[in-house]
């Protein structure tokens, strides 16, 4: 993946997740429900509250909101800055309703965790931590500090000591639990959908590169007869033009650049992969197509093909679909990038499976990550030294995850471990015989058509190079 898509994929804009709209809706809630709170204390139960001060602070609120409806468009996305202002805004206006209304003797006093969850999930750590501790202070300060509730025969509502005490503990827990799982959980959703439009984006380009193929083999056999031809007329007129030098170079020129011609479409197009009669190929060939390109890397790639014990000596046929072919390159890119001399693929099926095993003779899976290989962004901390092995390696941890995905798209399951051998010193001195990825499908999730009695591939549709208006 290129340092732009890298870029592309980096958590720059969190806070841009949230519209101010959706901030001013909820405040206009809260509002309401204060208002509503202090009319029932006051009018029913008769409580004594300083319901001037308390009006003053939800106005503030009210003109918070008429001031972001009339400046900002409906459609504003908030900054990281913009996000944690209005935030630490509604804590403090929060606590100043909850210090003329007898402070954590009030119950509404969970509310003061709703921001900070909010701020868990659409900002940044930096932010997230300045507004729990902002949260945890004034929650102590209320602790403290705080106008008593008159109750209506004149007497103080407050806590017993170890209540309060309690309810700040709990608070000031609460405060700091819900922000770590509001912001673990949502990491986790986005980064999983980063790497899933990762995955699209691969499996996209993948299938135009086919594609491309197909169009150029296509044109190569279409322009085959063609050239041929040229070709062939150009030879006869050399021939009789021996005596006319002036004229015998034109016709070489003309075949010299049928020759190239011919050289260049060979070049651009090795097969004609939108060919009905090479959609499918066999096992062994799509392994290696998806090999080709780091056979020639310094590392010798050993390929062992043959039948389980008891299976037929034929290949099966196997559809080659894009996901297939990027899933097991990512695979054996992966094996070549991190072996010390050697690759080897094992392809082998029976009558119900199909198997692909690569293995290396490198350091195996570093045995922290072995257990959440497939996870996306998984990699060790110390990833120096891979950058010694791959030269200008910057990647996302996201190839195997984008090969378990693609693979398990197409029907297989994937399974990773660590082979072991005495004398070789893998992660942390342990004994390890490289990395080994088992990729097995059922045969019924790779349909053969030689295996369907009385299916045929049919003919090729005709292509027309040149179509009529």
């Given at each position: 993946?290129?340092?732009?898509?890298?870029?592309?994929?980096?958590?720059?804009?969190?806070?841009?997740?949230?519209?101010?709209?959706?901030?001013?809706?909820?405040?206009?809630?809260?509002?309401?429900?204060?208002?509503?709170?202090?009319?029932?204390?006051?009018?029913?139960?008769?409580?004594?509250?300083?319901?001037?001060?308390?009006?003053?602070?939800?106005?503030?609120?009210?003109?918070?909101?008429?001031?972001?409806?009339?400046?900002?468009?409906?459609?504003?996305?908030?900054?990281?800055?913009?996000?944690?202002?209005?935030?630490?805004?509604?804590?403090?206006?929060?606590?100043?309703?909850?210090?003329?209304?007898?402070?954590?003797?009030?119950?509404?006093?969970?509310?003061?965790?709703?921001?900070?969850?909010?701020?868990?999930?659409?900002?940044?750590?930096?932010?997230?931590?300045?507004?729990?501790?902002?949260?945890?202070?004034?929650?102590?300060?209320?602790?403290?500090?705080?106008?008593?509730?008159?109750?209506?025969?004149?007497?103080?509502?407050?806590?017993?000591?170890?209540?309060?005490?309690?309810?700040?503990?709990?608070?000031?827990?609460?405060?700091?639990?819900?922000?770590?799982?509001?912001?673990?959980?949502?990491?986790?959703?986005?980064?999983?959908?980063?790497?899933?439009?990762?995955?699209?984006?691969?499996?996209?380009?993948?299938?135009?590169?086919?594609?491309?193929?197909?169009?150029?083999?296509?044109?190569?056999?279409?322009?085959?007869?063609?050239?041929?031809?040229?070709?062939?007329?150009?030879?006869?007129?050399?021939?009789?033009?021996?005596?006319?030098?002036?004229?015998?170079?034109?016709?070489?020129?003309?075949?010299?650049?049928?020759?190239?011609?011919?050289?260049?479409?060979?070049?651009?197009?090795?097969?004609?992969?939108?060919?009905?009669?090479?959609?499918?190929?066999?096992?062994?060939?799509?392994?290696r197509e998806a090999a080709e390109p780091h056979v020639s890397r310094g590392k010798t790639v050993v390929f062992k093909v043959g039948p389980a014990l008891g299976a037929e000596l034929a290949q099966p046929t196997i559809p080659r679909r894009p996901e297939i072919i990027h899933g097991l390159r990512n695979l054996i890119q992966n094996a070549v990038d991190f072996s010390q001399s050697k690759v080897h693929v094992d392809i082998n099926w029976s009558e119900t499976e199909i198997n692909v095993r690569i293995s290396d003779d490198g350091q195996g899976f570093p045995p922290s990550v072995l257990g959440r290989i497939g996870d996306p962004y998984v990699r060790r901390r110390r990833y120096t030294e891979d950058r010694g092995r791959r030269p200008g390696y910057e990647g996302m941890g996201l190839g195997l995850f984008i090969a378990k995905t693609l693979l398990e798209r197409?029907?297989?399951?994937?399974?990773?471990?660590?082979?072991?051998?005495?004398?070789?010193?893998?992660?942390?001195?342990?004994?390890?015989?490289?990395?080994?990825?088992?990729?097995?499908?059922?045969?019924?999730?790779?349909?053969?058509?030689?295996?369907?009695?009385?299916?045929?591939?049919?003919?090729?549709?005709?292509?027309?190079?040149?179509?009529?208006?």
């Amino acid at each position: 993946m290129s340092i732009s898509e890298f870029e592309m994929f980096q958590d720059q804009q969190r806070s841009n997740w949230v519209r101010l709209r959706t901030l001013v809706t909820l405040r206009w809630f809260a509002a309401a429900g204060q208002a509503t709170a202090i009319l029932v204390a006051v009018q029913v139960y008769g409580l004594q509250i300083e319901v001037g001060f308390a009006a003053m602070v939800i106005a503030a609120s009210l003109l918070a909101n008429l001031f972001c409806s009339f400046v900002y468009p409906e459609n504003k996305r908030l900054s990281e800055r913009e996000a944690s202002f209005w935030m630490v805004f509604d804590i403090v206006q929060l606590s100043l309703l909850l210090f003329l209304t007898g402070g954590l003797n009030n119950p509404f006093a969970m509310l003061v965790l709703a921001p900070v969850t909010i701020a868990a999930t659409v900002l940044h750590l930096r932010s997230t931590v300045f507004l729990g501790l902002a949260a945890i202070v004034l929650i102590s300060l209320l602790s403290q500090l705080s106008l008593p509730i008159i109750g209506a025969q004149g007497e103080m509502l407050v806590l017993p000591g170890l209540f309060l005490f309690g309810f700040w503990v709990a608070l000031t827990i609460g405060v700091v639990f819900l922000a770590i799982y509001a912001r673990q959980v949502t990491t986790e959703m986005h980064t999983m959908g980063e790497a899933l439009l990762a995955t699209q984006l691969a499996l996209a380009r993948e299938q135009k590169l086919t594609d491309l193929g197909g169009v150029v083999a296509a044109a190569a056999h279409e322009l085959g007869t063609p050239l041929a031809t040229i070709k062939l007329v150009s030879s006869e007129l050399m021939e009789e033009l021996e005596n006319h030098p002036e004229l015998l170079e034109d016709a070489a020129l003309i075949r010299q650049q049928a020759n190239r011609c011919r050289d260049i479409l060979h070049s651009m197009g090795r097969a004609g992969k939108d060919d009905l009669h090479l959609r499918h190929a066999p096992l062994e060939t799509v392994v290696r197509e998806a090999a080709e390109p780091h056979v020639s890397r310094g590392k010798t790639v050993v390929f062992k093909v043959g039948p389980a014990l008891g299976a037929e000596l034929a290949q099966p046929t196997i559809p080659r679909r894009p996901e297939i072919i990027h899933g097991l390159r990512n695979l054996i890119q992966n094996a070549v990038d991190f072996s010390q001399s050697k690759v080897h693929v094992d392809i082998n099926w029976s009558e119900t499976e199909i198997n692909v095993r690569i293995s290396d003779d490198g350091q195996g899976f570093p045995p922290s990550v072995l257990g959440r290989i497939g996870d996306p962004y998984v990699r060790r901390r110390r990833y120096t030294e891979d950058r010694g092995r791959r030269p200008g390696y910057e990647g996302m941890g996201l190839g195997l995850f984008i090969a378990k995905t693609l693979l398990e798209r197409s029907g297989a399951k994937l399974t990773f471990a660590n082979s072991r051998r005495h004398g070789h010193a893998g992660w942390a001195g342990q004994a390890t015989g490289g990395a080994i990825v088992q990729v097995t499908w059922a045969r019924s999730a790779l349909p053969d058509p030689n295996r369907a009695p009385g299916r045929a591939l049919g003919k090729n549709k005709p292509i027309d190079l040149w179509p009529t208006a």
